[in-house]
């Protein structure tokens, strides 16, 4: 299968998966008993301006029109306005994607860091003192919400030792953001030159990023371990061992057999955590697209609920078409199934 068929492929799976997705999107968010429309008229309003609002916002119409309308304005790049910000859902979402992935690539790249070498260690350790220990942090790892590892972090990092600052957004609130180039604070206080703007943004990401790390690391370890164990008891890892090879050159065979579902796995797990960070960003105020999605979902901001949802859907697209890119790379003969 060449790389052109290999996209191909995807792009025709993901049209029908995406209005599958806005569909259930669309119809979950109107009957999940949030009325918007109360809100915006205000709680002196008459029924006749009720009446109005709902007109306005083209909510008196039977759900199945109001999905084709919002359907066809899609297909015209427009996702909506939100009802709460009154801006389009498409430029709050654009301007704060890289806030969200400046948090998620830090916290992935940290946790797969020490998430990969410890669950090969434990693999190579098998049932040994490093892979009881790893094993029970991982579970620890799994076992802690998100939201509350996040308050604990707070508590006893700026609460109890004051050695990080408030978890109060990206940067000091006594200091200007730099001008915008990435979108990361941190990145564009560098290229800006500021180093005032570059430490405080460095401190605020610390926190953070170490809860998606804790987040992301505990099943990484857990796959690694589980992956490696697998392709250690292989016939052709048993056929080395058989004929002598050195435990170096073994361990550099099962590495490189482990590498291919390894990623693999960290891709999909980064499509599961983006979930995980709305979370984080919620906790330390971040201001990404993933608290944007959950102060909508609170309020019953339909546009934005659903720009949020289609956003995380394309998201997950784009990361498995780069870990199908990742494992012709890594493994060429998967280009020929």
Known sequence: ???????????????????????????????GGQDPVGLLAGPTATAEEIDIVRAELGLDKPLFTQFWIYLGNIVQGDIGKSWISNRSVLLDILERIPITLELLFWGVALGSVIGVPVGLRAAFRHDKWFDQISRGISLLGFSIPTYFLGLVLLFVFFFLLGWSPPGMGRVSLLISPPPTITGSYLIDGLLAG?????????????LPVIAVAIISAAPIVKHTRAIALEVMSSDFVRFARASGLPPKKVSRIVLRNSSTPVATFIGTEITGLIGSVSLIEYVFAWGGAGQYGLNAIIRGDFSAVQGYVLFLAIFSLVVFILVDLLVLVLEPRAAAE
């Open 194 to 206: 500021d180093w005032s703007v570059a430490r405080s943004a460095l401190a605020q990401l610390i």
């Open 1 to 31: 299968m060449t790389l052109r068929t290999m996209l191909l492929r995807r792009l025709v799976i993901s049209v029908p998966l995406l209005i599958g997705i806005l569909f259930f999107t669309f119809m979950l968010v109107r009957l």
